[in-house]
């Protein structure tokens, strides 16, 4: 639709407009101003590609909305303020809404929002408005239709007018019920309007797959379940593990029936969301509050963004809505926004920046990860100076040079990242990012297997991974040296006072001692846990010695199929994969671990310097209540760490497993449970139980 020399021009027209939004604007800008506002519309509506802030454009709408109203002779009919959007995607039958999707007027303080409620009493002739608070999903509009309690279809929003019939893909979605009791509200058919979203644990889970299967990252949550509801394949929308909150309805048809009950006629939007609620939809029922004056309004809106980072899903503000439906029809509404509702948007969270270098770690598995150096900017309460960009393909798919403009993003207390470069701003001397074929900190040459997106230092004794298996060795969940952390670590190497793994356990602690901040207790403290380290469990050193692919519940699994570390060089792939939960990758990294001299000689130091190599818990199993059932946990737990829940059951003679099958007892669920919790439903014997109940039976 705009070709690379319009981009480009559009996209400087767009800061001229944004750098002097207060200006004056003449009808010969006007009409560059719309066309401005169209490509960005083009950009985030049929490419997903947005290139300025939401933010940004509702300056850039209010600044011609604001025109408009003072020339009403210079609006025209292709004007964005005429219409609600536009959605001009391919390869789905196009249908229409029962009733069209408006858009929100947008607020960003205080006084946006005593003007909306000014303007609502003047309409309605009231002095005092009950109002209906709720969450704003930061995700996709949808519009669902139930008839007769079954759903017959659904759609994306569109250009609000009609939208793409996504059914299919819709019925992926686990949180939306194929059927819902409405008759029993008397109602027969109904539109109800909600987000489909992307929970924060669900985005990252989607993330880690792609990275294990060598494929680039996706940027957020909302252009994730946005791009997933055009997916022709619904069942991988179904594998995404997408959610939705409905919280609005639309239309209503009423069943004839006679003696309605009063109690079912539902007079208010809270009341709406509590009906939606008890029809098994996910609505916000339990987030939404009901004010009688905009000064609570206030006071709650402020309180949900202070805690916005605290829940499980992305929100982008909050809606404000009257909550009394006879007074939302009276008050009506315009082409483009309900009268008797507002939009409240949180602070920004992207910006713009320069990307002034890049430069290459390596971890403790070899991998080889570029950091982009940034100039400094303040996004979502921190100062953002690097930032990861994973891999080569990365690099390539966002199409990043050194000294390009990007847009930057942080959800939450999340890590940033890059969304995009902004090509339209490039002059000419941006510099290609060059991968290093060689490791940057040993030289050797790197490498990458086929089917993965990482380049990987293969020299075990590279410093940098030395380093890292040390900080790592060391951590709380492997063999948990206190008072030995990241900073140690690193100083200790530095000083040539450690060198490897073993050197742990040689450490000269006297000559420690003679350093600045090492006083006697600090070396007392050091040498116990070291010390201590020596008895720790078998699976916290197969954890411990940072095997790839290898987390604590699998190296459980290893450490208790062997009677001692060693017994691992005789295992060949095939006898691993018998084993729970170990496929092929599994299998075959930790043939090749065990197969590597230098790792023999090192476990071999280990034991000669006292660590317990045997399976202990295999000689003395724990007899307990529990004695013989097995357990696996999944989701967030809000009252334990998984490791102690895992530790609790296991002191009761539970056993744990990383996977679920027949052989599974109990399944503990936790907040935003994915995949095992639908797999566990189909296996009859697994008893699902919760955080509390967990803890009841440990107890009893």
């Avoid at 207390?413 to 074929?437: A, C, N, Y």
Wanted: glycine share 6%; net charge negative.
């Amino acid at each position: 639709m705009f070709n690379n020399e319009q981009a480009r021009l559009l996209q400087q027209k767009t800061k001229l407009f944004l750098d002097n939004i207060n200006a004056a604007v003449d009808a010969v800008q006007m009409e560059d101003l719309r066309e401005v506002m169209r490509f960005h519309e083009y950009q985030y509506y049929v490419l997903n590609n947005s290139l300025i802030s939401d933010f940004e454009y509702d300056q850039l709408y209010k600044l011609l909305e604001k025109i408009e109203k003072n020339h009403p002779e210079l609006i025209t009919k292709n004007s964005p303020t005429q219409r609600v959007g536009s959605s001009l995607n391919e390869g789905f039958a196009n249908v229409q809404h029962l009733v069209p999707m408006l858009s929100l007027e947008n607020s960003y303080n205080a006084d946006d929002l005593n003007d909306f409620d000014r303007k609502a009493k003047e309409a309605s002739g009231l002095q005092k408005i009950e109002y209906c608070v709720e969450p704003k999903f930061d995700g996709a509009s949808i519009s669902l239709i139930y008839e007769n309690d079954l759903l017959i279809r659904a759609t994306t929003r569109g250009d609000g007018v009609a939208g793409d019939d996504i059914t299919n893909n819709i019925k992926q979605i686990r949180s939306i019920p194929l059927s819902a009791p409405f008759s029993k509200y008397g109602i027969s058919q109904i539109e109800i309007r909600g987000e489909v979203i992307m929970t924060k644990a669900s985005f990252d889970k989607y993330n880690e797959s792609l990275i294990q299967q060598g494929l680039p990252t996706v940027a957020n949550p909302r252009n994730t379940a946005a791009g997933s509801l055009r997916i022709k394949d619904p069942n991988e929308v179904g594998r995404r593990n997408l959610d939705a909150f409905l919280y609005h309805v639309s239309f209503i048809q009423k069943s004839k029936l006679e003696n309605q009950n009063p109690k079912d006629v539902i007079e208010t939007h809270d009341g709406q969301l509590e009906m939606l609620w008890q029809c098994g939809f996910r609505s916000p029922n339990k987030e939404k509050k009901v004010v009688n004056n905009i000064d609570d309004v206030i006071a709650y809106v402020q309180e949900f963004e202070s805690k916005r980072d605290d829940l499980p899903y992305e929100i982008d503000g909050m809606v404000i809505k009257v909550n009394d439906l006879h007074l939302q029809d009276e008050l009506g509404m315009t082409s483009h926004h309900p009268r008797w509702a507002i939009a409240y948007k949180f602070k920004a969270r992207q910006a713009t920046t320069k990307l002034i270098n890049v430069e290459f770690q390596v971890g403790r598995t070899g991998a080889v990860t570029p950091v982009a150096k940034l100039e400094p900017v303040y996004l979502g309460g921190v100062t953002v100076s690097s930032i990861s960009i994973h891999n080569e393909e990365y690099i390539k798919e966002k199409d990043l040079k050194i000294g390009d403009t990007v847009l930057i993003e942080r959800a939450g207390d999340v890590i940033p990242q890059i969304v995009k470069s902004i090509t339209d701003l490039r002059k000419g001397d941006e510099q290609e990012i060059i991968f290093p074929k060689q490791c940057p900190v040993c030289k050797s040459e790197l490498f990458k297997e086929d089917g993965e997106a990482v380049w990987r230092c293969i020299n075990i004794e590279c410093e940098a991974q030395v380093v890292e298996k040390i900080i790592h060795f060391v951590s709380k969940d492997a063999m948990d040296i206190k008072s030995f952390g990241d900073a140690n670590v690193r100083l200790f190497y530095s000083l040539n006072l450690i060198k490897d793994i073993p050197g742990i356990y040689t450490l000269n602690l006297d000559e420690i001692g003679t350093l600045e901040g090492f006083g006697k207790k600090s070396i007392d403290n050091l040498k116990a846990a070291i010390e201590a380290s020596k008895q720790q469990p078998l699976n916290r050193l197969m954890y411990g010695l940072g095997i790839r692919f290898v987390g604590e519940t699998t190296a459980k699994t290893l450490a208790n199929s062997v009677e001692h570390l060693l017994d691992f060089k005789n295992k060949s792939e095939e006898d691993l994969q018998q084993l729970e939960d170990v496929g092929v990758k599994v299998a075959k990294s930790i043939h090749h671990f065990f197969s590597n001299e230098q790792n023999i000689k090192m476990i071999e130091q280990l034991e000669q310097l006292g660590l317990q190599l045997k399976n202990t818990k295999k000689e003395a199993v724990v007899e307990g209540g529990l004695s013989g059932q097995t357990f696996l946990f999944t989701g967030t737990l809000t009252k334990l760490k998984r490791s102690d829940a895992e530790a609790l059951a296991e002191s009761k003679g539970g056993i744990i497993v990383s996977g679920v099958s027949a052989k599974l007892n109990y399944l503990v669920v936790g907040e935003d449970a994915g995949s095992k919790l639908e797999k566990a439903k189909k296996i009859n014997t697994i008893k699902v139980i919760s955080e509390d109940e967990f803890l009841s039976l440990i107890e009893s």
